[in-house]
């Protein structure tokens, strides 16, 4: 049994959407606003939070010390970058980088290490009132890396 009363759809041919469309162009816009204002937001925070190449570099060369210091060669050699990690074993490491007495960290320059943008991180070493200065070459190789280390000059 059917009853007969008001269709939820008519058969005639008119639309149903007979309002005015709203045009999304604001929504657009709203949104690429908000997406580069995000990414602007990013970029200008992300040395605040890992810091600059400077401080990155001047921590990389403190910790590779200290690690040479208490004799871990290990973790020492995993801070050398690719082409240190070639030449040297983990054991010859602390007879490259080591002076006498202790070293530590003073500052850090921009520098070029074989035409890739590096770091020049000063290291004072002190050992019975004699100082003595040395650079580590710092790059960055999906982090800070010792590439190298030199006398004073």
């Known amino acids: 049994m059917s009853t007969p009363g008001p269709f939820l759809y008519d058969e005639s041919p008119e639309t149903p959407f007979t309002g005015t469309p709203r045009s999304r162009k604001g929504l657009l816009a709203g949104i690429l606003a908000g997406t580069v204002a995000v990414a602007v937001a990013a970029v200008v925070a992300l040395p605040l939070i890992r810091g600059t190449a400077h401080e990155q ?7 590779f010390l200290a690690a040479l210091a208490q004799g871990d060669t290990e973790t020492a050699y995993g801070l050398l970058c ?13 007879a490259a980088y080591l002076r006498p007495g202790r070293g530590r960290v003073v500052d850090a320059t921009d520098a070029d290490h074989d035409g890739v943008q590096a770091e020049r991180v000063e290291v004072r070493w002190t050992a019975d009132g004699a100082p003595a200065t040395t650079y580590l070459t710092v790059v960055n190789e999906d982090g800070a890396h010792v590439c190298g280390t030199s006398a004073a000059g």
């Open 82 to 94: 690719a082409d240190e990690r070639a030449r040297l074993t983990p054991d010859g490491v602390a």
């Open 57 to 63: 570099a001047q921590e990389s060369a403190g910790v």
